[in-house]
């Protein structure tokens, strides 16, 4: 007989409220703008929060490939949400901003995070609220100082 242990339940629970939130901030976006895709909404969050970043930062926190990562990048620019500069200490890289539109589009976002945020967190105290928060960042930082050291076959099924 199996035994749920406590870490599966842990999962589980975080496993439920990741696709909850996912299904409240995909609501919010077809409301907003129904062309834009779960990709454009984690590069426009990711350009809210760090404006001016490149090509390569951008791809490192997308984790995708970089072809993919252009075509997304060259399908935003032409429906006006962000815009590519030249970076002003390296000319071969380029700089990438959210545009007026953009920014927009991203304090509407930003704010129903936070609705959402809020909704999530009702009856928790605020100590509650801060002893998740380091609760989730240990978990987290476990998790990525465990990745050099797992074994090939858990590292190539980790994401599943």
Same mark, same amino acid.
């Given at each position: 007989?199996?035994?749920?242990?406590?870490?599966?339940?842990?999962?589980?629970?975080?496993?439920? !409220? %990741?696709?909850?939130? +996912?299904?409240?901030?995909? =609501?919010?976006?077809?409301?907003?703008? $129904?062309?834009?895709? *779960? #990709?454009?909404?984690?590069?426009?969050?990711?350009?809210?929060?760090?404006?001016?970043?490149?090509?390569?930062?951008?791809?490192?926190?997308?984790?995708?490939?970089?072809?993919? !990562? %252009?075509?997304?990048? +060259?399908?935003?620019?032409? =429906?006006?949400?962000?815009?590519?500069? $030249?970076?002003?200490? *390296? #000319?071969?890289?380029?700089?990438?901003?959210?545009?007026?539109?953009?920014?927009?589009?991203?304090?509407?976002?930003?704010?129903?995070?936070?609705?959402?945020?809020?909704?999530? !967190?009702?009856?928790?105290?605020?100590?509650?609220?801060?002893?998740?928060?380091?609760?989730?960042?240990?978990?987290?930082?476990?998790?990525?100082?465990?990745?050099?050291?797992?074994?090939?076959?858990?590292?190539?099924?980790?994401?599943?």
């Amino acid at each position: 007989m199996n035994q749920v242990t406590i870490s599966t339940q842990v999962l589980d629970a975080l496993h439920n !409220l %990741t696709h909850a939130y +996912r299904r409240e901030m995909r =609501k919010a976006l077809q409301a907003l703008e $129904p062309t834009l895709t *779960d #990709g454009d909404l984690r590069v426009l969050l990711f350009l809210g929060y760090q404006p001016d970043s490149t090509h390569k930062k951008l791809m490192e926190h997308m984790r995708t490939d970089k072809a993919q !990562l %252009t075509r997304m990048l +060259r399908e935003l620019e032409s =429906k006006g949400w962000i815009v590519r500069t $030249p970076h002003p200490q *390296d #000319g071969r890289s380029r700089q990438l901003q959210l545009s007026e539109r953009g920014a927009e589009l991203f304090s509407t976002l930003r704010q129903r995070r936070a609705k959402i945020g809020s909704a999530m !967190l009702q009856g928790q105290g605020s100590s509650q609220q801060l002893q998740l928060l380091n609760a989730l960042i240990g978990m987290h930082e476990a998790l990525q100082e465990n990745e050099d050291t797992r074994e090939p076959f858990t590292r190539m099924h980790h994401h599943s």
